[in-house]
């Protein structure tokens, strides 16, 4: 099988290449940002004809890598011949190549959540006109994909994602001066740093529910969240008959990544079209993992995680309010790792954009102009300290 990776050097891209790997696949196409160092190495190991980097390292990465095609077009690196299309790209960045991916006909094993959160209706438009194709690789979503396989979309009374809870679950009571290295410090999982510090105020669960609706054609209001500590339970789907089917797995984000790369060929072009795959052999050494210990679950705290109800009352009211607060969110994160602003303030300013976010529908257009817009008010508010 021939892959492409983009964001081929973060968490998720490296850990695809750990799947290529194992599974003596062949790389294409690999698409980075500017950490050239590594990707340099995996071009050295994986050999691939294209590499797409930021165009800010576009010049150093031609000289550091005489050997191979360099590219700044990531969208051009997302449409060239591949059996499946692994996008591992963080933040709105990533929506145009999964785009033209689909609109170009690909397979493609979506890890960028930004593009179901934002713009699903035109992810599967474009997958209608180009014939592509999607599988998502999020460990709760493959989850969901995985309990929906062989049943039909009509019979789901509930889909429950499972959150870790983050590095907060259980304190401290204050969360007003919690830092930048406290909140990157995951329970559970190893992962770049947006959707760490999501995770830790539960925005993450947040865009999930918003990406779980959008992927399966769900309302918001049949998309739940429990609590769930140990993180083997990714998943759960309630049917209409009172029966419950869960998926669990190790904390191992090369299972759904593998999953997904298996499935993409055959994967959904349009909401809840669940066709499941043929698994691929065993990943990492799991097949043995143990069924010990306590699992536990409880509710959620939307009073001490308000970025949970933020995301609903975007993600219900829909438009192009998914947009604002995806972006409002993408700058208060970056200001609290830079030390501008406080934990506490992620949701004041999320919330401020949402408060003042213009009605209208969804278009490429009204998509840019809101994200430009909310980039901009949330930077404003942002500058005020509540
Ligand atoms: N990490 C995880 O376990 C999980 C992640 N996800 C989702 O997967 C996505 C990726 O997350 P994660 O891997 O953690 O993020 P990382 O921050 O670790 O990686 C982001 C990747 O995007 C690359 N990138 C940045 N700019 C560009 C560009 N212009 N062109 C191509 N690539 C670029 C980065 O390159 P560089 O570093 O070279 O600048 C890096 O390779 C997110 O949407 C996240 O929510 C979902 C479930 C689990
Ligand atoms: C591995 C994965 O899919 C992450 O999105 C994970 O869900 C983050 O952990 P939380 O459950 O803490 O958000
Ligand atoms: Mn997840």
């Known amino acids: 099988m021939k ?43 994986f050999r691939p004809e294209v590499v797409s980097v930021d165009a800010s390292v576009y010049a150093a990465a031609r000289d550091r890598l005489p050997h191979v095609i360099v590219t ?10 591949a059996d499946v299309v692994v996008n591992a790209m963080s933040g709105l960045i990533g929506l145009e190549p999964t785009r033209a991916a689909l609109l170009a006909g690909q397979a493609v094993a979506l890890a960028t959540k930004e593009a179901m959160v934002t713009a699903a209706h035109l992810m599967w438009e474009a997958a209608a006109a180009g014939g592509g194709r999607v ?11 995985q309990c929906l396989t062989g ?42 740093p947006k ?8 925005m993450n669960k947040g865009l999930e529910v918003m990406e779980c609706a959008s992927l399966y054609g769900l309302p918001m209001t049949q998309v739940g969240v429990v609590i769930h500590p140990q993180s083997l339970m990714h998943a759960a789907v309630r049917f209409r008959d009172g029966s419950l089917k869960a998926q669990f797995g190790p904390t191992d984000m090369r299972l759904p990544i593998a999953y997904a790369m298996d499935a993409a060929p055959t994967g959904m072009t ?16 799991h097949v043995a993992w143990p069924l010990r210990g306590e699992w536990q679950f409880r509710d959620p705290d939307l009073d001490r995680f308000p970025c949970l109800a933020l995301a609903y009352r975007a993600g219900t009211g829909g438009r192009l309010l998914p947009v604002a607060l995806n972006a409002a969110d993408e700058v208060a994160v970056d200001a609290f790792l830079a030390g501008r602003i406080g934990y506490l303030d ?26 430009a817009w909310a980039r901009i008010r949330a930077g404003e508010l942002c500058g005020v300290r509540a």
């Open 3 to 45: 892959v492409t990776v983009l964001g081929s050097t973060g968490s998720i891209g490296t850990q695809a290449l750990d799947v290529v790997r194992e599974r003596g696949w062949s790389v294409g196409t690999l698409a980075a940002g500017r950490n050239l160092e590594l990707l340099a190495a995996q071009v050295r190991e």
């Open 72 to 81: 700044s077009d990531v969208s051009g690196a997302a449409v060239r011949p």
């Open 135 to 145: 599988v998502p690789v999020d460990s709760e979503h493959t989850g969901v994909y």
């Open 151 to 192: 049943e039909h979309i009509g019979d789901v009374a509930e889909v429950i994602l499972t959150a870790s809870g983050g590095p907060f679950r259980d304190g401290p009571a204050d969360l007003s001066r919690v830092t930048p290295a406290q909140a990157l410090k995951h329970p559970s999982w190893t992962m770049g």
């Open 195 to 202: 959707v760490t510090i999501d995770s830790s105020t539960l």
């Open 270 to 285: 349009h909401p809840g079209d669940v066709r499941g795959t043929r698994r691929g052999p065993e990943v990492a050494g």
């Open 346 to 371: 992620i949701p004041r300013v999320i919330g401020g954009v949402l408060d003042e976010t213009p009605a209208g529908d969804l278009t490429w257009d009204t998509l840019h102009a809101t994200d």
